[in-house]
C-alpha cells in the first residue's frame, strides 16, 4: 500500500534558524510528484512547494527547500531563516493511485521569538 | 476570482439531522474532492469528482453523500449526523491533468468547515 509518513508529531524552531521536517513515502512507481502543504492557525491550507520526482534538482521556494532522496524515498522540507509567520502545521503528500492524494499525519512547527 | 468557497463555516448538529456542505470553485477546475480532517490523523479523503456527473469513493465514504451536477459546485450531505462525524471538513479542487497525467497539479483548499454533532 501507498503510505506516507511524518515521523515528527512537533518541531520547535527558534526565530531565524533553519528547519528539517522530515516525510517519507512508499511507492512502486518511478515518475510522480510529492508535495509540502503548510496549515496556519487560520486553517487555510495552501502549497508551500513541490518536487517532480524524476528532476535531480532539489526544488526551492524563496526560504523553503526540499532534500529528496528518491531511492530512500525520503522528502525533507528546509525552512532556513524561521519567521514566526512560519508556525503552523506542515503536511506531505504524495498522489496515489485512483485519483486520491496521500497524506501524512503532519508536522506541527513551532516558532520560538 | 473566489477560488475555493465553502459554507457554513461553523455548523452545530444534532444526532440524526441531515445537512449538506457546500463547495465551488470558480477555477474550471475538473477535479474536485471532500476530506476530513481529526486530530493527529492528517486529511482523509471522503468522496472525490473528476467531471461533472462523476464521483467516487474515498477512503472515508460511510455517512456522506455526494453528486455532481456542474463542474463549479460539489456538495456534501450528510445523511443522519453522528457525533463522529464531528471533524473539521475542507473542499478542494485542481486541474486533472494539466501535464497530461493525475496528481501533478496544485490542490486549492477552501477555508473548511468546522462541523460539530452532539
Known amino acids: 500500500a501507498q503510505t506516507v509518513t511524518q515521523s515528527q508529531p512537533e518541531m520547535s524552531v527558534q526565530e531565524a534558524e533553519t528547519v528539517t521536517l522530515s516525510c517519507t513515502y512508499d511507492t512502486s512507481e518511478s515518475d510522480y510528484y510529492l508535495f509540502w502543504y503548510k496549515q496556519p492557525p487560520s486553517r487555510q491550507m495552501i502549497l508551500v512547494i513541490r518536487?517532480?520526482?524524476?528532476k535531480q534538482q532539489n526544488a526551492t521556494e524563496n526560504r523553503f527547500s526540499v532534500n529528496f532522496q528518491k531511492a530512500a524515498k525520503s522528502f525533507s522540507l528546509k525552512i532556513s531563516d524561521s519567521q514566526l509567520g512560519d508556525a503552523a502545521m506542515y503536511f506531505c503528500?504524495?498522489?496515489?493511485?485512483?485519483?486520491?492524494?496521500?497524506w501524512g499525519a503532519g508536522t506541527k512547527l513551532i516558532i520560538k521569538p | 476570482n473566489a477560488g475555493v468557497t465553502q459554507t457554513p463555516k461553523f455548523q452545530v448538529l444534532k444526532t440524526g439531522q441531515s445537512m449538506t456542505l457546500q463547495c465551488a470553485q470558480d477555477?474550471?477546475?475538473?477535479?474536485m474532492s471532500w476530506y476530513r480532517q481529526d486530530p493527529g490523523m492528517g486529511l482523509r479523503l471522503i468522496h472525490y469528482s473528476v467531471g461533472a456527473g462523476i464521483t467516487d469513493q474515498g477512503e472515508v465514504p460511510n455517512g456522506y453523500n455526494v453528486s455532481r451536477s456542474t463542474t463549479e459546485d460539489f456538495p456534501l450531505r450528510l445523511l443522519s449526523a453522528a457525533p463522529s462525524q464531528t471533524s473539521v471538513y475542507f473542499c478542494?479542487?485542481?486541474?486533472?491533468?494539466?501535464?497530461?497525467?493525475?496528481?501533478?497539479?496544485?490542490?486549492?483548499f477552501g477555508p473548511g468547515t468546522r462541523l460539530t454533532v452532539l
Open positions: 503528500a504524495y498522489p496515489g493511485g485512483n485519483y486520491q492524494l496521500i
Open positions: 518536487q517532480e520526482a524524476y
Open positions: 477555477m474550471n477546475h475538473e477535479y
Open positions: 478542494a479542487s485542481s486541474s486533472l491533468m494539466t501535464s497530461g497525467r493525475w496528481g501533478t497539479d496544485t490542490q486549492y
